[in-house]
Structures are given as structure tokens and as C-alpha cells.
């Protein structure tokens, strides 16, 4: 099989929400502050790299897609084709998809915090149940998404900007195992570097895209590790000890 054809098989537990959410708290803006044109423009640019990368999505990324364009056309609308102003929120997508996404990101915290109190309760007994407080900002557990990992790759791809179509994976020189061979050569056992620090050498987009596969595939070998310690912080990969 050649390395165009490479596909990753890795679990996307995420939602096209989670996608949404991940890139409203990137920009650090209210979600009713969203500007739906620029969050739009930066979804696809996902869709784009994912796609790019043959890592399989599910059907809901693209449903979500077409819906955030037909958004952001209706948003282009001159103002005489708009719905009247009475009617404007009730009929507007916009803001049916802003309600999706409150909801869900309240669920999602409570989620989170009945998690983190499971496994406190693991080791504490607790007579009075602690309350939840839904706006306190999310525990940082050092995890990193695959959201988190096309970002950074995506800063590592701005250097070949200029170069050939993204879309295409065109390599010459590399193979994706050749890759893996190299990135188990340059991180010793219990050793760390930072996410650029992997991509270094890189010449090309191509070569970065074939680099990005193999960590990917180690990844999910549990071969590698990637760890943060802030939120959207600085990417560190790990290779453990056993």
C-alpha cells in the first residue's frame, strides 16, 4: 500500500460540538460573542486536514459543515431578504445552533465533574454531597486531544505555506514506517521533546504530513504519549519507560 493511500484508524470520540466548543475556547470568547463566519472558516479548516490526512470521520462532521455554511450564507443575505426583525431569533439558525451548543457545553462540565468526583469518591467518603459549580474552569488532567494535535500541526504546516496543494501527500523520499523508525531513534525511552522539536528536519509539507501519521500510529500504539500542561498549552510528546 503506498503512503498516499495511508490511512490512520484513530478514535475520534469527539462530536462536531466538542470541535465548535474546542475553537470558541480558543478564541476565548463568549459563545454568544461568536463570530460564526471566522468559527466557520476554522471548522473547515479542520474538515480540511482531516481529510487531508485520510483520518476517517464521522458522518456528523459533515452534517455539521454544511449547516455552519448555510449559516454563514443566510448571514450574507441583504438585509431587505432577512426574516423580519420580530422573527429574527425564532427562524434564525444561528441561534439554534448557540443554544445547542450552551446546552451541551453544560452537560459536558457536569459530565467532567461527576467524573472527577467519581474517582475522588474512589478514596474519600463524603457525608454531604459537593455542589457543582458550573463555572468554574475545566481541571487540567494534562490529556490531549486529537483537537489539540491538529492544531499544532496545522503551526507546523504554516511554514510550507507557499508549497503545493495540502491536499495532496506527496513524498518521495519518506514512507510513514520510515518515519516511525526515525521518531523511535530520536526519543530515547523515558525521554520527552517538545511537538516541533519532532519536525525539525522536515523539507516539506509532505515530509511534516508523513512525520505527523507516524506519531499518530505510535500514538495510538501506545508507543508515544502526548501531554499538556495548560490548556491549549504547549504540546509535549513522551516516550514511556514500559
Known amino acids: 500500500m503506498e503512503d498516499t493511500d495511508y490511512k490512520v484508524k484513530l478514535e475520534i470520540f469527539e462530536g462536531p ?3 465548535l466548543l474546542y475553537l470558541i475556547k480558543k478564541e476565548e470568547i463568549d459563545i454568544y460573542s461568536v463570530s ?3 468559527i466557520t472558516r476554522q471548522y473547515l479548516d479542520y474538515i480540511d486536514t482531516f481529510k487531508a490526512l485520510n483520518i476517517e470521520l464521522a458522518s456528523e462532521f459533515i452534517v455539521m459543515a454544511a449547516n455552519l455554511m448555510y ?3 443566510r448571514e450574507l443575505l441583504p438585509k431587505d431578504v432577512q426574516p423580519p426583525e420580530e422573527d429574527a ?3 434564525d439558525p444561528r441561534w439554534e445552533l448557540i443554544r445547542q451548543l450552551v446546552e451541551y457545553k453544560k452537560f459536558k462540565e457536569a459530565a467532567q465533574f461527576l467524573g472527577v468526583q467519581e474517582v475522588k469518591g474512589d478514596e474519600l467518603f463524603v457525608t454531604t454531597p459537593e455542589l457543582p459549580d458550573l463555572d468554574a474552569p475545566e481541571e487540567t488532567l494534562g490529556q490531549v486531544g486529537i483537537f489539540d494535535l491538529i492544531r499544532a500541526f496545522q503551526r507546523i504546516l504554516k511554514r510550507f505555506e507557499n508549497a503545493s496543494d495540502f491536499r495532496e501527500i506527496v513524498n518521495d ?9 526515525y521518531l523511535l531513534n530520536i526519543m530515547p525511552v523515558g525521554g520527552k ?3 516541533e522539536e519532532l519536525f525539525t528536519d522536515a523539507a516539506s509539507r509532505g515530509e511534516v504530513i508523513v512525520t505527523f501519521l507516524a506519531m499518530l500510529e505510535l500514538i495510538k500504539l501506545n508507543h508515544l504519549q ?4 495548560q490548556l491549549l498549552g504547549e504540546i509535549v510528546v513522551v516516550r ?3
Open 17 to 19: 460540538l466538542d470541535l
Open 36 to 38: 460564526l463566519e471566522r
Open 71 to 73: 449559516i454563514k450564507s
Open 89 to 91: 431569533e425564532e427562524n
Open 173 to 181: 523520499r519518506y514512507t510513514v514506517a520510515d518515519k516511525i523508525e
Open 193 to 195: 521533546m517538545k511537538f
Open 226 to 229: 502526548v501531554e499538556q500542561e
Open 240 to 242: 514511556p519507560a514500559t
